[in-house]
C-alpha cells in the first residue's frame, strides 16, 4: 500500500531513523488553513500536528506539506491521526512569498516530476518558464514543459513557441489541445505507477482540466477504493473566455492518484514566482549558461563585466539570447538578496532568542 504512494527504498531508508513507538507511516495528500489529510496502511483521514511538532520547528516551511512523508499516530479507531514527524525530503518545490519579508513557502514535496503548464495563447511566457526551472533546478525536481490550448494557435504559431522553448531549455515539451485531445496521450504515457508528479503554472492554463482529462481517460478504477475514487470527481473548473483565457479555479493542493497508479499534485495557480535558490540552483536552471560560463576567463566570473566572459560574448554574437541572458542576471541577483535576507532573519531571531533568555534569568524564570 505504501510502496503504491511512493514510499520506496530512499524513504524505507530513513524508516529506522523515523520510527516511533505505536505510531506508522502516511503520506500528506492535502494541507488546507491548518488541517492535513493524511494516506496510510487503512486510507485517507484527517490529521493534526502534535505540539511538538507544531511548536519546535525552526520555520513554516518545516512543516508538513503535500508528498511528504510523515511517522503518524491513529486514534478514534483509525478515523484521525497525529502527525509526530516528517521525513527527511528527497525534493522540494518552494518559492519566496509574495513581498519583500523573504519568507519560504513551501508548495510539495518528494516530487519526482512536474509539468510546467503554460497556454500557447495568453500565458506563454519565457521569463516566467525560466523561473519555474530555476525552482525545479534547486529543489531536484525534472521538469517538463506542457503547452496547453494548441487548438487556439495555427500550427505555425506552434511551431515558434516551440522553438522559444528549446532555446530556453532542453527540457522535453509536449504540446496538447484538452478541447481535441492532442497530445493527450504522449502526456498518459509519461506518467509512471508510484512516481509522483506536480502541476505548476498561472491560473487559467489548464491544470485542473487537463487533470481531469487523464483521470476519465486512464482504466483500471476498479483497483481504487470508495475514498479513492470520490477523490476522482471532476474537479471544478470554469470555462474560458471569449479570448481564450482561464480563470483561477483549484483553491488548495491536493495528490491524487491517477487510476494507472501515477500520483499528481494539482496546485493553485501562481502570480509571483519568487526564488529561493542559491546561485547554484540558478545555474542549474540556465543550463546554457553554466556550460558557457566553464569558458571564462576567470572561475569567480559574474558575467557582467569582467574581461574574458565567454557568455557576454556569446551574447555579443548572437549566440544567446540578449533577453536570456538578463533574465539569468536578474535570477542571480535575487538569489544572493533571498539569500542575505534570509542570514538577516537568522541572526534576528537568534538575537531575539538571547533576549528572552536575558528577560526570563532577570525574572527569575
Known sequence: MLQSWGFDQWFAAHAAEMFMEGCGFARVCAVDRGGYRIRGEGGEV??????????????????????????????SDGTAAIIH??????????????????AVQMIAANIDTAFIVQSCHYDFNPGRLERYLVMLADGGVEPVVV???????????????????AAVTPARVIALSSVTGAGLDVLR???????????????GVGKTTLLNQLTRGQAGAGVLDGQALAAHADRATRAVSATGEGTHTTTRRQLTMLDGGALVVDTPGMREVGTVAAAEGVDAGFADIALLAGECRYADCRH?????????AAVD???LSATHYRNYLKLRKEAEFSKMSQLDRRR???????????VKKHMGY
Open 147 to 165: 503547452l496547453t490550448k494548441t487548438d487556439l494557435v495555427t500550427p505555425e504559431d506552434l511551431g515558434n513557441l516551440l522553438a522559444v522553448v
Open 317 to 319: 554574437r548572437g549566440e
Open 46 to 75: 484527517p490529521a493534526e500536528l502534535a505540539g511538538r511538532l507544531a511548536y519546535h520547528v525552526d520555520s513554516a516551511a518545516d512543516l508538513p506539506c503535500v508528498g511528504d512523508w510523515v511517522t503518524v499516530q491513529w486514534h
Open 348 to 358: 534576528k531571531d537568534k538575537a531575539f532568542g538571547k533576549l528572552v533568555k536575558s
Open 85 to 102: 514527524r516528517v521525513f527527511p525530503r528527497r525534493t522540494v518545490l518552494r518559492r519566496k512569498t509574495a513581498g519583500d519579508g523573504g
Open 304 to 312: 557582467e563585466h569582467e574581461a574574458g566572459c565567454a557568455v557576454r
Open 189 to 203: 504515457q509519461a506518467l509512471a505507477p508510484g512516481r509522483t508528479y506536480c502541476l505548476l503554472g498561472s491560473s
